[in-house]
């Protein structure tokens, strides 16, 4: 057992987020006492409530257990942070959620899924195969999987499934013995300062796979050939993978479907087409991806999207488009002023397709406004190439997709802040 398994309790701050829910489900299961804090109420903290985990909405010094072995923290509390600071001054251990999930994966043969599209979704799908399949795998996903009705999948055998984030070169505290790399692109820009940048932190990562292992990559494009050359791991290209129909649209899903279906095959090599192809055609999908929420009072079809990158904007965009019989309408959050500043050219050209924008503020998130980039940055850029887009307040927005989209029309909020909350409040329950 790791040396996370042997805890007797563990307090988690900013236990809302994604990942560090599903790692306080694990070590639920294993027994652990486990409470937690964050700052507002989601449908993750309702999850953790229902499993009997008790969270605080207010980070507060008493949230933590003076008889706490541990405290993980998430990516986004600082040390000032209250609660970090009453662990400091009872001397109680703290791990960042990444190194807490190294722990998990240290002793697992570990499945990890990185890449700057698409992970979620693929780590999900394969989760699906393989339980399909009586693998019986442990999965940390980014996000909630109808399927599972968490992002979790408690399992009993020594597979662990992960979803790899490369912020901060955080997945490097994982132990692949299989790497999933579904694609390479300039993200995250308040950390990487380039391309290459990028590609040298999933080469770092590609490398700690053992001689034993295999690297899952669609191994001839330009942005990954080069990180794989001279790995002594077995390299396998997903793109070669048969071809799987989805519930879900776009080449991109079926390019995850594909990924999901060869890393299958190396956890179990004696699976059939067959097999895969049920589990795919089943699976449920993810919460915020193309999630379909319903319709508006006016008979507009509402869907909600995580996308916050050029790349995934635009192909999102491209399916809806092909869905529409009248008017595509997109809310956009923008997410970290960074990311809009650095991709502010790609992001002008990603929203051909839609016939109209709202650009709601931009989504901080852990970073300060220096005044560079504003959502009307991003709108007046998006009209010089022919889109109608205007920026609006979340209110604003609220009040246009609940009254001007009427039936055959289609809406999409998309971004990776809150604005989910807008088609969840205009569709007609």
Excluded at 208 to 222: E, L, N, Q, R, Y
Excluded at 297 to 303: E, F
Excluded at 414 to 419: D, E, L, P, R, T
Aim: a negative charge; one cysteine or more.
């Amino acid at each position: 057992m790791s040396a996370i398994a042997t805890l007797k309790k563990v307090h988690f701050v900013g236990i809302g987020g994604i990942g560090m829910s599903a790692l306080a489900q694990y070590l639920v299961d294993l027994g652990i006492e486990v409470s937690g804090s964050d700052r507002d109420a989601s449908p993750v903290t309702d999850l953790l409530e229902s499993r009997g985990i008790s969270v605080s909405l207010t980070q507060v010094p008493e949230n933590v257990p003076e008889d706490a072995d541990l405290v993980i923290y998430s990516e986004a509390v600082w040390p000032d942070n209250p609660e970090r600071e009453r662990a400091t001054a009872l001397g109680i251990p703290q791990k960042s959620y990444f190194e807490g999930l190294g722990d998990v994966s240290e002793k697992k043969r570990t499945v990890a899924v990185s890449g700057t599209h698409g992970k979620t979704t693929t780590t999900g799908m394969l989760a699906r195969i393989l339980r399909d399949a009586e693998v019986s795998p442990t999965a940390i996903v980014g996000s909630l999987v109808r399927d599972f009705g968490s992002n979790y999948l408690p399992g009993t055998s020594e597979w662990l499934v992960v979803e790899a984030c490369e912020y901060k070169r955080d997945f490097l505290t994982l132990a692949p013995e299989i790497l999933v790399i579904t694609n390479i692109e300039l993200d995250h820009t308040d950390y990487y300062k380039d391309l290459e940048d990028v590609q040298n932190a999933f080469r770092t990562l590609a490398e700690k796979v053992p001689a034993h292992g295999t690297i899952i990559a669609d191994a001839t494009h330009p942005n990954i050939a080069p990180i794989l050359e001279g790995l002594p791991a077995a390299i396998v290209d997903y793109t070669l993978e048969s071809s799987y129909e989805t519930r879900f649209p776009g080449e991109y899903n079926r390019m995850n479907a594909r990924a999901a279906a060869s890393a299958a095959r190396v956890v179990l090599p004696g699976i059939s087409e067959a097999q895969i192809a049920e589990s795919l055609s089943a699976f449920e999908g993810t919460w915020r991806r193309f999630e379909y929420k319903g319709v508006t009072k006016n008979g507009a079809k509402v869907y909600d999207d995580y996308a916050h990158h050029p790349t995934a904007v635009r192909k999102t965009i491209t399916e809806l488009r092909a869905k529409a019989e009248g008017k595509v309408f997109v809310a956009f959050h923008p997410h970290l002023f960074s990311r809009t500043r650095d991709l502010l050219d790609d992001f002008a050209t990603a929203f051909a397709g839609a016939d109209r924008v709202l650009i709601a503020p931009i989504f901080a998130a852990r970073e300060i406004d220096d005044g560079t980039v504003s959502n009307a940055t991003l709108a007046d850029l998006i009209r010089a190439q022919g889109v109608s887009a205007e920026a609006m307040n979340l209110e604003e927005i609220e009040r246009v997709l609940a009254s001007e989209p009427h039936e055959k029309d289609i809406v999409m909020t998309m971004g990776a802040g809150n604005i989910y909350k807008i088609a969840d409040a205009i569709v007609k329950h």
